[in-house]
């Protein structure tokens, strides 16, 4: 009780000296800040469903996160702010390489885009979310259930749009800027940013820069040991009129981060120390868009993208191995290990918007894109001689270079198209879309070892080398649909009905992959099925200037699940004296075994008491099982909620305290871990705008974690490795503007 009472005495602190009366300073400097009530209306205008509508118009699940959210909270990844909305939780391999789960659905059955592009492909490798400077980031659209129809293969269980920053034209030239400074006491992170803007009538140019350094983190148990980061962006954007209602548009984005921990070193084979030395993203976009057109074709836009994501990883193990020889002992030792992975994707998309009746309009296009692995992992290690007393006698320098993942592609081709038709005089708005995907997957000849270097003496046919996979290619056909209907029941609530039909293809890595790991292999399968997926969701929408409600009930059913289970290896030799001979290894094979069914609810509700006092609370609950075994499926969040107070004060600022809930979760999948239900208590201080001779000053601070009490994320526990998050984390930023 004495923490409840610390805590409810400090908010009424703080809401005492808001409503205090007036600022010091003049009024005529402030800026209006009525914008911070915060009552969601349904006005924001979204983009991530192809063609720009109001989100009460949209009849799909969505949550939106504006810019505002990313400076009021902590922010350290985008994953964390994200993980406030309803229906998403939040998942990491530590403090910077994070995830989100969006209703039970991790990151390899979603599509992840920033400004309408793809970062991965629906694969399951992590830290996508992290390689984003949240500094740079306008609004995050994320639509929660299946949209095959629209983005094709991988989003069965939602799309998450990250749209960045941009620059703007202006009545005449013009130059502005920012300058963001910040500080987290949990790992000592300081972020230092900057943003400049320039334009015109018909140019604008922006550039932004971001550099953030972490030590390693502090938990109410202690320090987590190599949980330290360092992080850097840059981006460039361009736009130019050549023509009337003509936009060309330019960008570039560099992400990197140097001594990356990855903590929970227990869990790698060893145990090991890893981290990331380096990890980069790379994306470069044109687009050219024409609208409004005159006829029924209104607007056509397209574009092409590339992006490169290079991972390479340093991972030093703990282990030694001795056998015994005739004349004593040989003892190995592995000193290093340096995994690297690149993957490039590139694409291009033709979009058209048609006016297909005085009350309906067609969206249609072309979406092609393809992504493309390279992978090497290199083994140092040292193997020693010792005789029978114990001496060392002879010490061996051996290179191992092995290809985890064979050079591999997939490539994708999509034709789609959506109608939207309101009727009943614009109560009910009907939509309905499908698509067709054809996909084409190459892969070069794998082995489990490329080469071996004995104290400096190459060897490109070492002894015993195993064929992992033939060359191949194949080529097959997908396909998916979707409707949605909006029922205006008055003019500030509504009815919505989604149903969906989708798709994920296998990854290249659950095809093509080939982990020894001692005793068995982690092994992927060239001929597995595309996962299909069917979803339903309903909802109710309140949207009053003082209640705002959202409460949506799903289900989806996944057929053909891909998940590993136990089976052989059945390999070739390719040299030695059994060149051509086959046998067989205890594997762990990624197949086509089972359906799944997942299912629950979710809901958020604001409350504006009186004045600027605003009541607001969210929960979800999901559940996921194979339908043919009863068994519970793996990464399922436990029931959550939040609920919070927000006071806000014109031209002062405005505080929020926020109470975030887990219960325990026990329905979990084999070789996971229960956890154990927690609260936690995280408050949130934002000032209003400060002018002064055409400089503005605004400041952002509060504490997570506020009791700092230890607790246990369910989808953060980095296979098993981590059991605490982060403990009490006071935060402050200052952004100036002019």
């Known amino acids: 009780m004495n923490k409840l009472h ?103 059955r979603l599509v992840i885009l920033i400004d309408g592009y793809r970062v991965e492909t629906a694969t399951d490798l992590t830290a996508s979310f992290s390689m984003i400077d949240v ?74 820069g971001t550099r953030n350094k972490a030590d390693d983190l502090r938990t109410p148990e202690g320090i987590l040991p190599n949980s330290q980061f360092s992080a850097n962006n840059v981006g460039l954007k361009a736009g130019f009129k050549p023509f009337a209602n003509h936009l060309f548009t330019l960008q570039y984005q560099n992400n990197w981060a140097t001594d990356v921990g990855i903590p929970g070193g227990a869990t790698f084979p060893g145990p090991a120390v890893a981290s990331y030395t380096n990890i980069s993203r790379h994306l470069s976009s044109a687009t050219y868009e024409i609208t409004p057109l005159q006829g029924r074709l209104t607007s056509l836009k397209m574009n092409y993208f590339t992006q490169y994501i290079q991972r390479d990883v340093s991972m030093i193990p703990n282990t030694v191995t001795e056998t015994k020889l005739p004349t004593g002992v040989q003892r190995v030792t592995p000193e290093l290990v340096i995994p690297v992975g690149n993957h490039l994707t590139h694409g291009g998309q033709l979009q058209s918007q048609w006016l297909t009746g005085s009350k309906s309009n067609l969206i249609a296009g072309l979406d092609l894109w393809a992504r493309k692995i390279r992978t090497s992992r290199t083994k140092y290690i040292r193997s020693e001689v010792l005789n029978a007393s114990g001496t060392v006698v002879k010490t061996n320098k051996l290179e191992r270079g092995e290809t985890p993942i064979p050079e591999s592609m997939f490539g994708s081709a999509g034709l789609f198209a959506e109608e939207e038709i309101r009727l009943l005089s614009d109560r009910l708005t009907f939509m309905a879309g499908g698509r067709i995907d054809g996909i084409c997957v190459r892969n070069e000849k794998g082995y489990d070892i490329d080469y071996l270097i004995v104290n400096g003496v190459r060897n490109d046919t070492p002894p015993n080398q195993r064929i992992t996979f033939n060359e191949g290619h194949r080529h097959s056909l997908s396909w998916s649909a979707n409707s949605g209907l909006l029922f205006k029941v008055t003019r500030e609530s509504d009815l919505t009905l989604n149903l969906a039909r989708s798709f994920r293809a296998p990854s290249l890595e659950e095809r093509f992959k080939y982990i020894d790991l001692g005793n068995f292999v982690s092994l992927g399968d060239p001929e597995l099925r595309p996962e299909k997926g069917y979803a339903a969701d309903m909802g109710w929408r309140i949207w009053k200037p003082g209640f705002s409600l959202q409460i949506n009930g799903f289900a989806n059913r996944i057929a053909d699940l891909i998940v590993e289970t136990p089976g052989e290896f059945v390999y070739t030799l390719n040299t030695g004296a059994s060149e051509g001979t086959t046998d067989t290894i205890p594997a762990f094979i990624n197949a086509n075994v089972s359906n799944a069914l997942l299912y629950g609810a979710d809901f958020s509700v604001q409350y504006n008491v009186w004045s600027g006092l605003v009541i607001f609370g969210s929960g979800a609950y999901v559940r996921g099982i194979e339908t043919e075994t009863d068994k519970d499926l793996p990464r399922i969040p436990p029931f959550n909620s939040r609920v919070g107070l927000r006071y806000s004060v014109p031209r002062i600022g405005m505080a929020e305290l926020t109470m975030v809930n887990a219960a325990s979760q026990t329905h979990i999948a084999e070789g996971e871990k229960e956890t154990k239900g927690f609260s936690r208590f995280d408050l949130s201080l934002q000032s209003a705008g400060l002018k002064f001779q055409g400089v503005e000053l605004q400041l952002f601070a509060g504490i997570d974690n506020l009791t700092d009490v230890s607790y246990t994320n369910h989808l953060s526990t980095n296979r098993g490795g981590i059991s605490v998050e982060p403990g009490r984390n006071f935060y402050i930023r200052a952004k100036l503007g002019f």
């Open 135 to 208: 500094n740079d980031i306008e609004r995050v659209e994320v639509i929660k259930g299946a949209q095959s129809s629209l983005y094709g293969s991988g989003a069965m269980g939602g799309i998450v749009n990250i749209i960045t920053k941009s620059g703007h034209f202006g009545d005449r030239s013009f130059v502005s800027g920012n300058v963001l400074g910040g500080y987290a006491s949990a790992n000592h992170m300081y972020t230092v940013n900057a943003s400049v803007n320039a334009g015109a009538r018909r140019w604008y140019f922006r550039v932004n």
């Open 6 to 108: 610390f805590i409810v005495a400090l908010l009424l602190l703080l809401i005492t000296f808001l409503a205090s009366g007036q600022p010091s300073v003049h009024p005529e400097i402030l800026p209006d800040t009525s914008h911070l009530s915060n009552i969601s209306l349904g006005e924001i205008e979204v983009t991530s469903l192809r063609v720009n509508r109001r989100m009460k118009e949209v009849p799909m699940p969505m949550s939106v996160v504006g810019t505002g959210n990313f400076l009021k909270l902590s922010a350290q990844t985008l994953s964390h702010v994200l993980s406030a909305e309803p229906g998403i939780s939040l998942g990491s391999d530590g403090p910077w390489a994070t995830s989100i789960n969006i209703r039970g659905f991790s990151e390899n």
